[in-house]
């Protein structure tokens, strides 16, 4: 049964048009996942339109193996979308707080800070989950249907895409958290590494599908 309120229950014109309006989510962290989530998928097509080719059935257990990571993830990016959403309205929420009063004040920076890591700590989340991404399209663009090659390399940028935007998420929320809190320390460790990843993966898959192609 679909759920209206639910962002992967929605159509692609009403997803679309609720990214277009002044809503503040989904907003950017949402479209991250999302763009992973359809990253995951096309790694998926890739490997539904090889499995059985006599010519690849040496690969097959390969291909059954990153088959089965993309579902996996394809899931937790749809799933990590819903969360964004959620997290960056709950932030909303704890900073609309009253604070007239000390005991207000405290609460209301008490929920702002839990608020705000998992804010940050969702969009950290998909940029890990669309890495691993990348790297099944990686994996599979040398080894699937020559005919979807170029969704492989498609299945790449969109990860790539996916990354990046999560990283930017993760970002503007650094600032919120106090300099020595784990989250902020954690996230700040893993971005740059995480950016470099998907930068040189994504030009090594192109590298690839533009040999294949020809």
Not at 67 to 94: C, P
Not at 144 to 151: C, F, L, Q
Not at 190 to 211: H, M, P, T, W, Y
């Amino acid at each position: 049964m679909r759920d209206p309120d639910r962002l992967a229950d929605l159509s692609v014109r009403d997803l679309i048009a609720g990214l277009a309006s002044k809503a503040p989510a989904p907003g950017g962290g949402s479209a991250a996942a999302l763009a992973g989530a359809m990253g995951a998928a096309l790694v998926e097509m890739v490997g539904e339109l090889t499995s059985g080719r006599v010519e690849l059935e040496q690969d097959e257990g390969a291909l059954r193996e990153i088959w089965s990571s993309a579902t996996a993830l394809r899931t937790e990016l749809l799933e990590l979308a819903e969360q964004d959403a959620s997290a960056y309205e709950a932030v909303i929420a704890a900073r609309r707080l009253p604070r007239e009063t000390g005991d207000e004040r405290a609460d209301r920076a008490t929920r702002v800070t839990s608020a705000t890591r998992d804010a940050t700590r969702i969009p950290l989340r998909v940029a890990e989950a669309a890495a691993e991404v990348l790297r099944l399209a990686g994996r599979i663009a040398p080894l699937g249907n020559p005919h979807a090659v170029s969704d492989a390399g498609v299945a790449a940028q969109l990860a790539s895409a996916s990354v990046r935007g999560a990283v930017l998420n993760v970002r503007i929320n650094l600032p919120s958290l106090a300099a020595d809190d784990p989250v902020r320390l954690e996230a700040a460790a893993r971005l740059d590494r995480l950016s470099a990843e998907a930068r040189d993966c994504e030009e090594q898959v192109l590298a690839v599908v533009g040999r294949l192609i020809g």
